[in-house]
């Protein structure tokens, strides 16, 4: 079955620092991989997309490549800023796009 | 463009009172809308899948007649919690997606914080 299994946090940096949250799934035919950001006491807002493998997202400095043959799709940013602190969840959505499949989220706080 | 608006933001009622969240497709028209409850700290659970013109689609575990489903029109889906106890005290979000592939995202509303006294 789709799965997806996603770096536990909670993370914290400090301004400028280089993130790296891990994202790797499982998956039957080829998904779509997206990243979404929840603020606290907000919805989730989409941060990024990749529909086929080798697939470059990016969006507000934040970047993550479809890699088929490490079934991944990590979420980096060269430099962190303390808005950036929120929660990432790693999500998959089927080909069909009946199912979507969410991470537990990681917590990221940046500190100044 | 793809704005999910989602209402009211925040409930605070008494137990035994039905509460009812919109959820509407602001600037697209949206075939299938999808519910989700948050607990704190964790994940999005889907509640159900809510089509248009159809009945919705729950998942296993989540109770039809506690949480009506209704998506009378291609830009809003409505969620009643019926006879709410504190139980129910949650996160609820829905979301929406432009299309029917699996390669569209699905858009969010900003959540309905309810709290059931």
């Known amino acids: 079955g789709n799965s997806v299994t996603q770096m536990e946090g909670p993370v914290t940096l400090s301004e400028e620092a280089f993130l790296t949250i891990n994202c790797t799934y499982t998956?039957?035919?080829?998904?779509?991989l997206f990243w979404y950001v929840q603020y606290p006491g907000e919805g989730l807002q989409l941060l990024l997309k990749?529909?086929?493998?080798?697939d470059k997202g990016s969006n507000k400095g934040f970047e993550a490549t479809y890699r088929k043959e490490t079934t991944s799709f990590h979420l980096e940013k060269g430099s962190v800023q303390v808005s950036d602190s929120a929660v990432y969840f790693c999500a998959l959505s089927d080909r069909t796009g009946n199912q979507f499949y969410f991470g537990t989220g990681t917590s990221l706080t940046v500190i100044p | 463009g793809a704005v999910v608006s989602q209402h009211p933001s925040w409930v605070i009622c008494k137990s035994g009172t039905s509460v009812k969240i919109e959820c509407r497709s602001l600037d697209f028209q949206a075939t299938t809308m999808f519910w989700y409850r948050q607990f704190p700290k964790q994940s999005l659970m889907l509640m159900a899948t809510?089509?248009?013109?159809?009945?919705?689609?729950?998942e296993q575990g989540v109770e039809k007649d506690k949480f009506l489903i209704n998506h009378a029109s291609l830009t809003l889906s409505t969620l009643t919690v019926t006879s709410a106890h504190p139980e129910d005290s949650s996160f609820y979000i829905c979301?929406?997606?432009?299309?029917?592939?699996?390669?569209?995202?699905?858009?969010f509303g900003d959540g309905t914080r309810l709290s059931i006294l």
């Open positions: 998956a039957t035919g080829y998904p779509s």
């Open positions: 979301s929406a997606r432009v299309g029917g592939y699996g390669n569209q995202p699905q858009h």
């Open positions: 809510s089509n248009e013109g159809s009945k919705a689609t729950y």
């Open positions: 990749a529909t086929k493998a080798d």
